[in-house]
């Protein structure tokens, strides 16, 4: 089974990420054929910094390898070293309908908040991603809940694809975590934990000092209740309990019935950041080994983006071929 998923290499990476991707893609490495693809080109779609990008594209390589990621065993590449992205991208935009894309909660989301400019780019940013997807034929797609809506529109443009062209792509599925797919803000549990337009207490960032991870969690907003139990009129202790749930590798349910009889908020916040100071500890300690090292990083991105390459460039030939573009041969 062919494994795909990919992450923008902005802002800094955060527990929602780290719950609701990243601890899929170590996992995926066991499971089947695994390929991670560090998205810059779609983190070119809105307003950015040149020599950033590089400097967050190698933070993120090494959160990566630092959570598990072992490039013995999966693929793991930067997109823009691999041509066929882009050129798979303009042939989908022709079998994509411009009317989906104007659908898409991401691009409202982000062209609202794009103060100056909105990039065609932007607009375009779920045929890129169809065409990471689509590229290496992929069967599935480890993501948070909030890439749903694009995990749909490129099964749509395969199958546009493949009826229109003949079979050719195969029409993956998306693969969301039970729990923990949309982990929320600590300070506003009903807006998802996020780089852009949150504050500061309420991410928690994977690379947060221990101590740091525990305020956050101390300071998390809930209500003025006292029962630990998963309810809508309750997003914030929802949210803790998820958390918890996921980085002691349990149950929700278990959870509740642990903290039955708590009687308060206090302790079991605690708890829940220093469970994740535990968890994430690892992650930051190696992170810190791997980090110096830009040369040893792009030699293994270099190393992956040869192997996407080699079976990435197989599809788009065929999809030119399909598609009666260049050379007949070619
Ligand atoms: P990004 O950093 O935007 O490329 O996101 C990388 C991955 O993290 C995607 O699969 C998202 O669905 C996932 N993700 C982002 N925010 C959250 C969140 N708050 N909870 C769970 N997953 C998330
Ligand atoms: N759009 C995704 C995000 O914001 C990142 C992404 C780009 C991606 N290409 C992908 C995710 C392919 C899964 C598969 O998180």
Request: charged residues 30%; glycine residues 8%; proline residues 3%.
């Given at each position: 089974?062919?494994?795909?998923?990919?992450?923008?290499?902005?802002?800094?990476?955060?527990?929602?990420?780290?719950?609701?991707?990243?601890?899929?893609?170590?996992?995926?490495?066991?499971?089947?054929?695994?390929?991670?693809?560090?998205?810059?080109?779609?983190?070119?779609?809105?307003?950015?910094?040149?020599?950033?990008?590089?400097?967050?594209?190698?933070?993120?390589?090494?959160?990566?390898?630092?959570?598990?990621l072992d490039p013995q065993r999966c693929?793991?590449?930067?997109?823009?070293?691999?041509?066929?992205?882009?050129e798979l991208a303009w042939l989908l935009a022709n079998v994509t309908a411009y009317g989906d894309l104007?659908?898409?909660?991401?691009?409202?989301e982000k062209s609202a908040e794009q103060r100056e400019f909105?990039?065609?780019g932007l607009f375009q940013y779920p045929v890129l991603q169809a065409a990471?997807?689509?590229?290496?034929?992929?069967?599935?797609v480890p993501v948070g809940e909030d890439q749903k809506q694009h995990i749909e529109v490129m099964r749509g443009i395969a199958e546009r694809f493949n009826a229109r062209f003949g079979e050719t792509f195969v029409v993956p599925s998306h693969r969301i975590p039970e729990?923990?797919?949309?982990?929320?803000?600590?300070?506003?549990?009903?807006?998802?934990?996020?780089?852009?337009?949150?504050?500061?207490?309420g991410t928690v960032f994977v690379l947060d000092e221990p101590d740091r991870v525990v305020k956050k969690f101390k300071s998390a907003v809930t209500d003025s209740g006292t029962e630990i139990v998963r309810r809508p009129d309750k997003p914030g202790i929802s949210n803790l309990i998820e958390i918890l749930a996921v980085v002691r590798d349990t149950t929700p349910d278990a959870v509740e019935k642990e903290y039955a009889d708590a009687g308060g908020y206090a302790g079991f916040k605690?708890?829940?950041?220093?469970?994740?100071?535990?968890?994430?500890?690892?992650?930051?300690?190696?992170?810190?080994?791997?980090?110096?090292?830009?040369?040893?990083?792009?030699?293994?991105?270099?190393?992956?983006?040869?192997?996407?390459r080699a079976i990435s460039s197989e599809t788009v030939t065929l999809a030119r071929r399909r598609m009666g573009v260049g050379p007949p041969d070619g």
């Open positions: 089974m062919r494994i795909f998923s990919g992450i923008q290499p902005t802002g800094r990476k955060h527990l929602g990420n780290y719950i609701g991707a990243i601890r899929q893609y170590v996992e995926g490495q066991d499971r089947g054929d695994a390929i991670y693809c560090i998205v810059d080109l779609h983190a070119i779609t809105v307003a950015y910094d040149p020599a950033e990008l590089r400097d967050r594209l190698y933070d993120t390589t090494a959160i990566l390898l630092a959570a598990g693929i793991l590449f930067r997109q823009a070293d691999v041509k066929e992205h882009t104007t659908r898409m909660h991401q691009f409202k909105v990039s065609a990471d997807v689509l590229a290496y034929r992929t069967d599935e729990v923990g797919a949309r982990i929320m803000d600590l300070q506003s549990p009903e807006r998802k934990m996020s780089t852009t337009g949150a504050t500061e207490l605690e708890d829940v950041g220093r469970a994740v100071a535990d968890y994430l500890a690892p992650v930051r300690e190696r992170f810190a080994e791997l980090r110096p090292n830009e040369a040893g990083l792009e030699r293994i991105l270099a190393t992956g983006a040869e192997k996407a």
